[in-house]
């Protein structure tokens, strides 16, 4: 399955997993899917899309299912310039690789990046892209060296994938996939059409062959956002702008510290908002004393709450 050199073509259009479920993250993506909620004013996905095409992407692809009408507004407000953006609808979620076989015509004949929509990372997805081009072959992983789900093993020259969870019995894992990998068209003829599937089958089905390839990227930072503990934590240690947007409306008496708050949000005078975030339009009363609270329902909050989603 390795590509002629000469056939090779630059990856200029990516896929933005966007149809997961967001279950560890409830009750927040009880409003939002889970790629659209904020992190420090900007939606997940929007970055998302912000990093592939600082790496030469031009033309993105994103699969919806949960809240899927929540995604209009993406649309109108991605920013500039304006992308070349299509929607993929699944009333019936279709899992990593039935997503991705679901948009195969629109992936036509030319390599694709695969981004999952609910990470945050500042990883040189050039880099990847490079590697993925050179080795030939079929799909090539993004991985990172330190991490919980230290799942993938490689092999001795560190570029190619030999085990997965050691389901093909080979070695226990040493480095964390990412969620962000290349893949050329040919891949897709191993997976079934019209069905719910994992990606992770036929990653085996590769690695079995040594076909499936991997570039190792420590540099930058990686978040996998998958619980409030990780999002509050996520607006404590990045410097990605104001923490306090300039849309916002903290008056005077109220009492902000280490938190964010965002455009069009209230902080009444009196409020006490402590190592918390308040999403886009929420409103935090008098005498409201929050300390590590998400304001994300849009209800206005009042009263004393710790630890709790509002």
């Not at 330190?146 to 226990?172: F, N, P, W």
């Not at 079934?192 to 690695?207: G, N």
């Amino acid at each position: 399955m390795r590509a002629n050199p000469r056939q090779r073509r630059h990856v200029i259009q990516a896929f933005i997993l966007g149809a997961g479920l967001g279950t560890r993250l409830r009750p927040l993506t009880e409003r939002l899917p889970k790629p659209l909620v904020p992190l420090f004013h900007q939606s997940l996905a929007e970055r998302a899309m912000a990093a592939c095409a600082q790496a030469g992407v031009s033309r993105f692809a994103i699969n919806t299912h949960h809240l899927p009408e929540a995604w209009n507004d993406f649309a109108t407000h991605i920013g500039s310039p304006p992308r070349d953006l299509t929607f993929f609808h699944e009333p019936i979620l279709l899992e990593t690789g039935g997503g991705l076989k679901n948009i195969a015509t629109w992936i036509g004949g030319m390599p694709l990046l695969v981004h999952n929509g609910d990470i945050f990372s500042t990883l040189p997805l050039e880099k990847l892209i490079a590697a993925h081009e050179a080795s030939g072959l079929p799909v090539t992983l993004a991985l990172r060296s330190q991490g919980e789900a230290k799942h993938i093993a490689l092999d001795d020259s560190m570029t190619q994938v030999t085990d997965i969870r050691r389901l093909l019995g080979h070695a226990d894992g040493s480095h964390v996939f990412t969620g962000i990998y290349c893949v050329n068209p040919s891949f897709l003829d191993l997976l079934p059409a019209a069905q719910k599937v994992s990606i992770i089958p036929a990653f085996l089905e590769l690695a079995r062959n040594a076909q499936l390839g991997a570039v190792v990227l420590d540099e930058g930072v990686w978040l996998d956002l998958g619980d409030r503990d990780s999002y509050l934590q996520a607006h404590r240690e990045l410097d990605l702008g104001p923490a306090i947007h300039p849309l916002a409306d903290v008056q005077i008496g109220a009492i902000v510290e280490n938190s964010v708050i965002g455009p069009g949000a209230v902080i009444a005078s009196g409020a006490i908002v402590r190592n918390s975030v308040v999403w886009p339009g929420g409103r935090v009363l008098s005498p409201a004393n929050l300390d590590r609270c998400i304001v994300c329902s849009g209800n206005p909050v009042t009263g004393s709450h710790q630890n709790a989603d509002l």
